[in-house]
């Protein structure tokens, strides 16, 4: 099959994702098992061996499985799993719009309204996007939290004198990264994303906030947007190290 796929054919992979997963953690399949071959697979479900490939990809995602070339793929410890697997991707929506997956409605949602402000940068801030220190920037910070009571802090920096380009974003009102993303679409700008990633000390502060215990590290993820190779926007999300994973997608 290619890379156009029926829903169909997308439920079936997922379906026997979820198989294999129950049993995964149910034991049924042990850890350090080698999991069939993707023709056995195939036969058991009645299904094309892509499709087998697409739900072992979907739980290697997951830290469920191990897949080490020319040997199969083999099933992990549960100590091994990632209790926490944040998507860190970049699509276009039905109107050209981009979508960060991280922070758009739908699992988060704001602690308090988000604050918005202007600063100055000191010298980190100036080096990543290669401007003098003391250039005015717009911030924003944002508490948000899932569900599951996982919680993530998310800073935005718009340089001032790519603000005054787009005027309204800076009337006073909450700027989100995707409000940014869609005023320079409209301008004719054609947007480069780049993420770093970086483990520190949580301060006081962030291990408060964050709800991380002592001893755990915080992952720090940095997304700086750029068109024609001039950064625009940068983005740094905070949150707890402990039996988190990061999953990137390398295309938009």
Not at 120 to 127: C, F, T
Not at 153 to 158: D, I, P
Request: aromatic share 8%; glycine share 6%.
């Amino acid at each position: 099959m290619g890379e156009n796929k029926t829903t169909a054919d997308k439920m079936t992979y997922e379906r026997v994702a979820d198989v294999l997963r129950e049993q995964i953690k149910s034991g049924q399949l042990a850890p350090a098992t080698v999991l069939p071959s993707e023709r056995q697979f195939a036969e058991t479900y009645a299904v094309t061996r892509e499709t087998i490939r697409r739900a072992i990809a979907q739980l290697r995602t997951e830290g469920l499985v191990q897949v080490l070339h020319g040997r199969g793929a083999f099933v992990r410890r549960p100590g091994d799993w990632p209790t926490q697997t944040y998507s860190r991707t970049i699509t276009v929506d039905g109107d050209g719009n981009y979508v960060d997956s991280e922070s758009t409605v739908g699992e988060w949602r704001d602690i308090q309204p988000p604050r918005m402000y202007q600063t100055n940068a000191e010298a980190p801030l100036a080096l990543a996007f290669g401007v003098a220190q003391g250039t005015v920037f717009h911030a924003s910070d944002r508490d948000l939290e899932n569900q599951t009571g996982t919680r993530i802090f998310v800073r935005s920096y718009l340089p001032d004198f790519v603000a005054t380009q787009f005027p309204d974003l800076v009337d006073g009102a909450y700027v989100s990264a995707r409000q940014t993303y869609a005023a320079a679409r409209n301008a004719g700008m054609q947007l480069d994303f780049d993420d770093y990633v970086a483990a520190r000390n949580p301060t006081p502060d962030d291990a408060h906030s964050l709800r991380i215990p002592d001893g755990i590290p915080m992952l720090i993820t940095r997304r700086i947007v750029a068109s024609e190779g001039k950064p625009i926007i940068m983005q740094e999300t905070h949150r707890s190290g402990e039996e988190t994973q990061l999953h990137y997608r390398p295309s938009i």
